[in-house]
């Protein structure tokens, strides 16, 4: 495990890197993070699942993107292309250092995110690991909104405010603060435009969704269903795995989720 930071145009860009177990550096993965509270939430099990990853002989490059995390600028500067650049900027990191095959995989938000770059790139990404999938941008964001509706309903001294009015703020240009998060209209307005089902997986081989659940009886989304059919309607190879474990990306305390690093480990096992 090796931390570092990879200069590009908006300054550095901090990384861990996993080096493969054994093996020169050939193929190799990268972790697109999940959003706000729920990347911190997420570091334990981002590492552990690394760490799994290159004892199976993968490089691992875990990004902290522009604004979060120790990379360089304010959460409130950050907009979704320059995201979309921190990947490429990895891609090209990586090859410098002897990856000659690189895949993607991206966490919540980081999985859209992902979906997105692969759709669009100079780079042919062929493998995606989508784990915990946000599939809708808008849904997800009216969701995020409504932390601040609810903080303002439990304060006396704050006028009330719906997600439909923070969201035209947003689409106005204006960027607004949700639970000490500054929201950079360029950032969150074209998210809110993303549909995971709009992609052109024109180079994209194989899929694999990975969705936690909290028992055996629980059903997986839907969107996730739905999203299998469509992909495999495009001819690639892909896979939706219901895994038992703990909401890690969410829950009060650090968390782990055992089945899912073992069913994922097992996946990029096959992929080598």
């Given at each position: 495990m090796?931390?570092?930071?990879i200069?590009?145009q ?94 993607l ?11 997105d ?18 599939l ?12 601040r509706?609810a ?22 240009g ?30 994209v081989?194989?899929i ?18 739905q ?17 038992v ?7 009060q ?14 996946k ?5």
């Amino acid at each position: 495990m090796k931390p570092l930071f990879i200069p590009t145009q908006t300054g550095p860009l901090f990384s861990i890197f996993y080096s493969p177990v054994n093996k020169a550096v050939s193929r190799a993965i990268i972790h697109i993070p999940a959003f706000a509270e729920e990347m911190n939430k997420s570091r334990r099990m981002v590492a552990i699942q690394a760490q799994a990853f290159s004892n199976r002989g993968y490089a691992v490059l875990v990004l902290d993107l522009f604004g979060t995390g120790d990379s360089a600028g304010d959460f409130g500067e950050a907009t979704w292309q320059i995201w979309l650049q921190n990947i490429d900027t990895a891609i090209d990191w990586l090859k410098q250092h002897g990856a000659q095959s690189i895949d993607l995989w991206g966490l919540r938000i980081g999985a859209l995110l992902a979906m997105d770059f692969a759709s669009h790139s100079r780079h042919r990404i062929q493998r995606l690991i989508a784990c915990q999938p946000v599939l809708n941008g808008d849904t997800f964001i009216t969701q995020f909104l409504r932390l601040r509706v609810a903080a303002a309903m439990m304060d006396n001294n704050s006028p009330p405010e719906k997600t439909s009015d923070l969201k035209r703020q947003l689409l106005e240009g204006q960027a607004i603060e949700v639970a000490g998060y500054l929201l950079n209209p360029d950032l969150i307005n074209p998210l809110m435009a993303i549909r995971a089902e709009q992609f052109n997986w024109q180079y994209v081989k194989e899929i694999a969704i990975f969705e936690v659940v909290s028992s055996e009886d629980s059903p997986v989304a839907i969107g996730n269903t739905q999203l299998l059919a469509i992909l495999q309607k495009k001819n690639i190879n892909a896979s939706l795995t219901k895994v038992v474990g703990n909401a890690f990306w969410v829950s009060q305390e650090i968390s782990e989720a055992a089945d899912l690093i073992k069913v994922t480990s097992e996946k990029v096992e096959q992929w080598l």
